[in-house]
Every structure is written in structure tokens, then in C-alpha cells.
């Protein structure tokens, strides 16, 4: 049993959507990511979990493009 737990959590990392986090922090490659705030953040991972927490290096903030809002007063 404990066998096949170990051999799905590796699998997860390399056929699952977590193979590409995998391979970002292998190649050392930047990634943008979107936050739940709208947010976006260009950086590189060191490491991450299942749970999609991250560890992020050399991150920068990336501005929103577009028409700026008009203010209401």
C-alpha cells in the first residue's frame, strides 16, 4: 500500500499539471503566475507542494495593461 501511494505522489509530479512546475524548477525558468487577486507575478520556483504553495525567487510584480479606470470624484 505504501508503495502505491509513493509511485501516484511521483507521478504527479511528472505526467500531472505539477510536471510543470517540476521542470521550472529543474531548467531554473521563470513562470507567470495569477493570483486570486488579480494579481500577476513573474518569477522563478524553488520549490513547491502539492497544495500549490510555492517557494519563489528574483519575483517581480507585473503592472496591468490597459485603459487606466476612470475615478468616480
Do not use: W
Not at 9 to 24: A, V
Amino acid at each position: 500500500m505504501e508503495e502505491y501511494v509513493l509511485k501516484t505522489k511521483e507521478e504527479e509530479f511528472t505526467i500531472g499539471p505539477l510536471s510543470i512546475l517540476m521542470l521550472s524548477v529543474k531548467n531554473n525558468t521563470q513562470v507567470l503566475i495569477n493570483c486570486r487577486n488579480n494579481k500577476k507575478l513573474l518569477g522563478r520556483v524553488r520549490a513547491f507542494d502539492e497544495h500549490y504553495n510555492m517557494v519563489l525567487a528574483n519575483v517581480r510584480e507585473v503592472p496591468k495593461t490597459g485603459k487606466a479606470r476612470k475615478k468616480l470624484f
